[in-house]
Nanobody, 117 residues
């Protein structure tokens, strides 16, 4: 059974940094893509960043230059380094792993990130 467990969320002041981690267990060999999505209160879930097993990454325009996604394939872990955080980054952040972009894949339980102004 596949499990994704996020950690690293919390409360931070605007301009601060946080690092999220997502550890995957189970049949993770099919996780060609791993990514982070977020859902703010009253809004739809949106893609923040995604990274291919080979290292190629893409980002939402709103986080480019501030967030960095990385992964350690040996540890089945994906990270999201978030710098220069803004109040509008406040959301529940979810980890996702999938074999292809055409599938929904697996989701973690989410971790809350709150940025105070």
């Amino acid at each position: 059974q596949v499990q994704l467990v996020e950690s690293g969320g919390g409360l931070v002041q605007a301009g601060g940094s946080l690092r999220l981690s997502c550890a995957a267990s189970g049949s993770t060999a099919s996780f060609t893509f791993m990514g982070w999505h977020r859902q703010a209160l009253g809004k739809q879930r949106e893609l923040v960043a995604r990274i291919h097993r080979g290292g190629l990454a893409n980002y939402a325009d709103s986080v480019k230059g501030r967030f960095t996604i990385s992964r350690d394939n040996a540890k089945n872990t994906v990270y999201l380094q978030m710098n220069s955080l803004k109040p509008e980054d406040t959301a529940v952040y979810y980890c996702n792993g999938k074999p292809s972009l055409a599938t929904n894949g697996y989701w973690g339980q989410g971790t809350q990130v709150t940025v105070s102004s």
